[in-house]
């Protein structure tokens, strides 16, 4: 029994608002085998996202939950996403660019099972428009990190991280788009990882079981 439970492919679910890059490198690593997950619902926020697009054409189940008429009361649209995240069986929740901010509601229905991927360094730079400001303010180095959602904004432990040099030439776009070739890997390996069961949540830190790695090293821009 217990190999079997461990031959258990983990259950996404995943939220997005837009074009889904990330979706689709982690679609793509399911599909070439490099993940051991399966995919049981994308949602989005947002009707016309391009990842509900994505999903479709992978067979992948995707449902769009407005959150028109939730003004004021985010939990209950958290409620709504905890009802359907259950119904598809997603182990563990992914935000691949879900851009609202969630409540409680949903932290505490997966405590330490949902992962967001942030385009800078954390704790540098949370929020938004994060590229441009690691350029405005002189950064020599930026990247993105993988970690698990706690109740403050961009603040859960961290995961995996990988750097990318911020050039003196660079542009927001330029620079977003080094940064996301990056995102595209790290996001599935801290899936794949979690997956395999290595990771352990200790405060603040998170603690990978990784007796064939040396110190860890590949936690860095694997
Ligand atoms: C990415 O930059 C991610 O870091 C941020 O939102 C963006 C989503 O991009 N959280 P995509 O929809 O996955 O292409």
């Known amino acids: 029994m217990r190999g079997k439970n461990r031959m258990k492919r983990v259950t996404l679910g995943i939220l997005v608002s837009g074009r889904g890059s ?20 994308v949602i989005s926020d947002q009707a016309d996202a ?5 999903a479709r054409k992978h067979d992948i189940p995707a449902v769009h939950i407005s959150a028109k008429g939730y003004r004021g009361r985010r939990d209950e649209y958290d409620a709504h996403l905890v009802e ?21 509601t949903l932290i505490k229905a997966f405590p330490n099972r ?12 949370p929020g938004l428009h994060v590229q441009k400001a690691a350029i405005e303010h002189g ?5 993105c990190t993988v970690h698990f959602v706690d109740e ?21 776009d330029a620079l977003s788009a080094r940064i996301l070739a990056q995102e595209h890997k790290i996001f599935s390996r801290a899936i794949q990882l ?11 830190r998170v603690f990978v079981a990784n007796p064939e ?9 694997p």
């Open 152 to 172: 403050g904004m961009d603040t859960g432990p961290i995961i995996i991280q990988a750097v990318v040099p911020v050039l003196d030439n660079d542009t927001e």
């Open 139 to 143: 950064s020599r180095f930026s990247g």
């Open 22 to 41: 990330n979706l689709q490198a982690i679609i793509d690593n399911i599909e070439k085998g490099s993940l051991s997950a399966e995919i049981g619902v």
């Open 50 to 54: 391009f990842s509900l697009e994505r």
């Open 213 to 221: 790695d040396k110190g860890g090293e590949f936690l860095i821009n």
């Open 84 to 104: 359907e995240l259950r119904r598809r069986g997603a182990d563990l929740v992914i935000l691949a660019g879900f851009m609202r901010i969630i409540t409680p």
């Open 194 to 204: 979690y997956a395999e069961g290595r990771l352990t949540v200790k405060g603040r």
């Open 114 to 125: 949902i992962m967001n991927i942030h385009p800078a360094l954390l704790p540098s730079f």
